[in-house]
């Protein structure tokens, strides 16, 4: 199978739709996949290893109609079986209208859908963190049964040498490498896309002003006098961290120079793009006329996120058309001083940036331990929020609202329960109380944490009690001055109100307190989440109890429910099941919990555990054979 993907302009938008090509990569590993990009965007796709072919359009070689007519007629003639068109403008509806390929995949807009056997439905709010730029993109591939995309996040690839490279250059700069280095997204695409020189030298300023940190900016040759503006503008004090001269000859070694930063503030564009898909945590500034729901990607709150003007004056906004926006775009750019972000900012940097100037009163609060305090407790008390995501918990909610009064936020995530969960939950007048469509746990619980308050989490499940002990020992571990960034809480597994001793419950334990600057969980796990961290590692004393289920039927059901976003997982790594994932692993399953793990010291109740859990890993690769078959019926592949 040949498959042609069509994107023709801007860097952001070629990086963003190379990932259907990871994705029609893994799912069709025997299909040649041709990307059709502008020659400018070339540098965003070279050493990608899903990429057949690249079809280069030169928009200055190639201009005009029938030059355009002449182009789409020579990339026909590679006989494609699909065209995927993400673009979706004249350019490639010219190259789809040429084209004879039997299957033709895009959006659907009116007046156009002739051109296409398949149109694909934009949907207008985002499902997920990943944002409508993606999530329009992925949606793109369900006429060719991807319904579970393979990847979510654009990456970069960088050559060993383009690394060394950059390294060297910080180096030619000296860099203080005792620092973290924070780039300036200096300048948009085009003045409408650029937030005013002169706040941004404000932003500039606070933050060389506030933190020990290195400063890049990111602007072209040609835009050096706006770059000179904006540092002409600066304290002698910033200035002194500014790498002014530090910059790349061409795009390549701006991906190289960003991959060796920390983080990217600054104008929305191509720049942010990229170094987010080299790993880059990043803050934006959206110009007013640019649909932040499209292009806020990967928005948790605490990796990356961003302002608008319409975030502060809604109101404005109220009936105005994109292009309405982009004609007066001046005077919104007016209102939207620095001022009315600064602490936005100072939440991110400071989750980020470990070492603040602490001689001025905006910057990071941290303790101040000298031969006058060591050993004395910390008087003030440290805010607490308490998270949850929950579905059908009415047994267990009141029991769980109670066990965290210690908290000073409770935020509960709920995937529309229809039991009586919400109407006893906010009788708690703590309580938050959000609903959100259920997709996995860890996008649910990266949910709950990007809307916390507070940097101390707590993240129990409702089946999960706290006892005295264990609450006294979390507000005495955050309130004095902790060792640790998270802390593990070991468990005690009741089944059938039983307390299990052994069948591998022995050593059971979970991440429940948490610093939020410091974690997220996992995005490639869909259910048992990882949370993943910076820093170190502590354990509480106390344990809390984890009570589960009455009877075998609804264990099993959970069970299931887990075996089943397992095996999409599985999918997603393109494993193929075998008589050793079907037979093997649920026999071994039973004998690990029963015989290695010592179940059969638990009785009756060690034995049902051991069945339930070895019944349940035999359903995942029986429920990832059925991902398998259904995708084979969905298949353009004869």
């Known amino acids: 199978m040949k498959i042609l993907i069509i994107q023709h302009k801007m860097i952001g938008d070629v990086l963003i739709t190379s990932l259907l090509c990871e994705n029609l990569k893994k799912a069709y590993p025997n299909a040649t996949i041709d990307y059709l990009v502008n020659s400018n965007t070339l540098p965003v796709l070279e050493n990608n290893p899903y990429i057949d072919n690249k079809i280069i359009f030169d928009e200055k070689e190639d201009k005009g109609l029938l030059k355009l007519i002449q182009f789409s007629k020579q990339v026909n003639q590679n006989k494609y079986d699909v065209v995927i068109d993400a673009y979706s403008k004249l350019q490639s509806w010219v190259d789809v209208w040429i084209n004879n390929a039997p299957k033709k995949i ?72 005792s620092r973290k280095t924070v780039m300036i997204s200096l300048l948009g695409s085009d003045l409408s896309k650029t937030y005013p020189l002169n706040q941004m030298a404000k932003l500039v300023d606070f933050i060389g002003d506030n933190y020990n940190v290195n400063i890049l900016f990111n602007y072209f040759p040609k835009q050096l006098s706006q770059a000179e503006e904006v540092y002409n503008q600066l304290s002698d004090k910033t200035k002194s961290k500014v790498y002014f001269e530090l910059l790349g000859d061409d795009l390549r070694q701006f991906i190289a120079i960003a991959n060796e930063c920390d983080l990217i503030v600054g104008n929305d564009g191509g720049a942010i793009n990229m170094s987010k898909a080299v790993g880059k945590k990043s803050f934006i500034i959206f110009s007013p006329w640019i649909d932040k729901n499209v292009w806020a990607t990967f928005e948790d709150g605490i990796n990356h996120t961003s302002v608008h003007l319409k975030d502060y004056f809604p109101n404005k906004f109220a009936g105005l058309t994109n292009q309405q926006l982009k004609k007066d775009v001046n005077s919104f750019y007016m209102l939207f001083d620095f001022e009315l972000f600064k602490s936005n900012l100072k939440n991110f940097l400071d989750q980020h940036i470990k070492e603040s100037l602490k001689n001025n009163s905006f910057a990071v609060d941290e303790p101040n331990i000298n031969s006058t305090n060591i050993g004395l407790k910390n008087t003030m008390s440290t805010k607490i929020s308490a998270l949850l995501i929950a579905y059908n918990e009415e047994k267990n909610i009141q029991r769980y609202l109670n066990d965290v009064d210690f908290a000073d936020e409770i935020i509960i995530v709920d995937s529309y329960s229809t039991d009586k969960t919400e109407q006893i939950a906010l009788q708690n007048p703590k309580v938050k109380f959000i609903k959100r469509k259920f997709d996995n746990f860890t996008n649910q619980r ?93 354990f509480l004393k106390n344990k809390l109890d984890h009570y589960t289920f009455d009877n075998e039927e609804e264990y099993l059901a959970k069970l299931n429910s887990y075996s089943k976003l397992r095996a999409k997982e599985l999918r997603l790594k393109n494993l193929k099941p075998s008589f050793f994932h079907r037979k093997i692993k649920p026999a071994y399953r039973f004998f690990n919990y029963y015989i290695i793990r010592l179940g059969f010291l638990d009785g009756q109740e060690g034995y049902t555990i051991a069945k339930l859990h070895a019944i349940s890993v035999a359903n995942r690769y029986k429920y990832l054979d059925e991902i398998y078959q259904e995708e084979n019926l969905k298949s353009p592949i004869n």
């Open 106 to 177: 895009s959006y659907k807009k009116s007046g156009r859908t002739f051109l296409y056997t398949d149109n694909v439905i934009k949907h207008d709010k985002p499902n997920s963190v990943l944002g409508l730029a993606i999530e329009h993109r992925l949606e793109l591939l369900k006429p060719l049964g991807i319904s579970t995309p393979f990847a979510t996040e654009p990456k970069l690839y960088l050559t060993e040498i383009e690394i060394q490279s950059a390294k060297d250059l910080f180096k030619k700069y000296k860099v203080d490498s």
């Open 446 to 538: 990266n949910y709950a944490l990007s809307i916390a308050e507070n940097d101390w989490i707590t993240f129990f499940d409702a089946d999960e009690g706290i006892p005295d002990e264990l609450k006294k020992e979390i507000k005495e571990t955050v309130n004095n001055n902790p060792q640790f960034d998270v802390y593990y809480v070991y468990r005690k597994f009741f089944f059938k109100n039983k307390y299990i001793k052994y069948t591998g419950m022995q050593n059971d334990k979970a991440i429940r307190v948490f610093k939020k600057s410091k974690s997220r969980y996992r995005l490639d796990r869909m259910v048992h989440e990882i949370v993943e961290y910076e820093g170190k590692a502590g």
